[in-house]
């Protein structure tokens, strides 16, 4: 009889254990990568981005356990089998759901409660849509690096547990994002707390895309906000890479478009870093206005509002764009407008930084090493 079996308890990984089976450099949570051997960069123009070899389900109902740091990701996986009673029984041991904090992009989020050291935390539960193919070895991987990632601007992932047919992650808990900020606080109509906050957003891209992990899907709700210290932390770094970028979330909503870069509405199939620079700019655009730069409602919309505003692309202003699989010859005919115009409250260097976040072309984006060195956060005193 199963019950009668012996349950033991898995050994979650640690975030101080490295993964040496990973050629990737480093990570945690929003973020993967880390390894001793650095992979080779990737051939410009494709990130760490796609999809990838499954594993059987047979070989995966565990929480992540690590006897062999040199294992690979296959056997690390097969060796860490366990009873999926277990892995309800070590959750419940270890943690407490305190409620429910909402439903994104993923699955479900909940406020819980690590019960031997009472630290408060976030479980988020993410339901594998795919799970009649098996778990995606590819978001065991990514999700195993995340732990790596460790920055002051990116919300810690502290465990990983894998239980049938869904991924437990445990992150640090922080309880406002920007976009409840945004909606509750006069703050904002202090540049000076849009200039912390947005350096604070680039320095953990930075970090991020330095070691090769793009987000994909930045918005304002997943930039979450420490209120007693004015830090903000980049929430969700790799997800989309682990699980893809569903186009609805767990309850059915459709997935925000708003910050979404042009190559990829236009369904470029190699992407890169600008894909985040170009959200970061509308995520920029949209502190100081208090309100979306381009809320469209469907990709074309999103695409019109786009090129009503920074001007239709063609192949003299965005060289192979008119190769791209959705781009169509016949797209009316925009002029691009002044960006003073359309974000009237911002000074001059940060309208140059913002029109260099919003290049259409992503081979002429900012990237974020470079915009944390722009003129604009000259005054800006960094913790």
Request: glycine share 4%; proline share 7%; with cysteine.
């Amino acid at each position: 009889m199963r019950r009668e079996r012996q349950c033991h308890k898995p050994n979650p990984i640690h975030p101080q254990v490295h993964h040496h089976t990973h050629t990737h450099t480093h990570a945690h949570h929003s973020s993967p990568h880390n390894a001793s051997t650095p992979t080779p960069p990737p051939p410009p123009g494709s990130p760490r981005d796609g999809a990838g070899e499954h594993l059987s389900t047979s070989a995966m109902t565990m929480p992540f356990a690590v006897s062999d740091p040199s294992a690979s990701v296959e056997e690390m996986v097969a060796a860490a089998a366990a009873d999926d009673e277990c892995v309800c029984v070590w959750l419940e041991e270890q943690y407490e759901k305190v409620e429910k904090i909402g439903e994104g992009t993923y699955g479900v989020v909940y406020k819980g409660k690590h019960r031997h050291t009472n630290e408060t935390i976030a479980l988020k539960k993410i339901r594998l849509e795919q799970e009649d193919e098996g778990v995606p070895s590819t978001a065991i991987r990514e999700i195993s690096l995340l732990k790596e990632m460790q920055h002051r601007n990116i919300v810690r992932l502290q465990d990983v547990v894998h239980k049938e047919k869904c991924i437990y992650l445990v992150f640090e808990y922080l309880d406002l994002d920007l976009k409840k900020h945004m909606d509750s606080s006069p703050d904002f109509k202090n540049h000076r707390i849009v200039k912390s906050f947005l350096y604070q957003i680039l320095r953990g891209i930075a970090y991020c895309h330095s070691h090769r992990v793009l987000h994909r899907d930045l918005k304002p709700q997943n930039l979450l906000i420490d209120r007693r210290t004015n830090s903000l932390k980049l929430a969700d770094f790799g997800l989309a890479r682990a699980f893809g970028i569903p186009v609805r979330t767990f309850t059915h909503e459709v997935v925000t478009l708003w910050y979404r870069a042009p190559e990829i509405l236009l369904g470029a199939r190699h992407y890169s870093t600008p894909v985040d620079m170009w959200s970061v700019g509308c995520i920029f655009a949209e502190m100081v206005n208090q309100k979306p730069l381009f809320p469209g409602d469907s990709e074309i919309d999103e695409l019109f509002k786009i090129f009503s505003i920074m001007g239709t692309p063609n192949e003299e202003t965005w060289p192979g764009v008119a190769s791209l699989p959705d781009y169509i010859s016949t797209f009316p005919k925009w002029p691009s407008v002044d960006l003073a115009t359309v974000v009237p409250t911002l000074d001059s260097s940060g309208l140059d930084l913002l029109s260099k976040m919003l290049r259409l072309d992503p081979s002429k984006r900012i990237n974020a090493r470079a915009a944390l060195e722009h003129e604009y956060f000259k005054d800006l005193e960094v913790a």
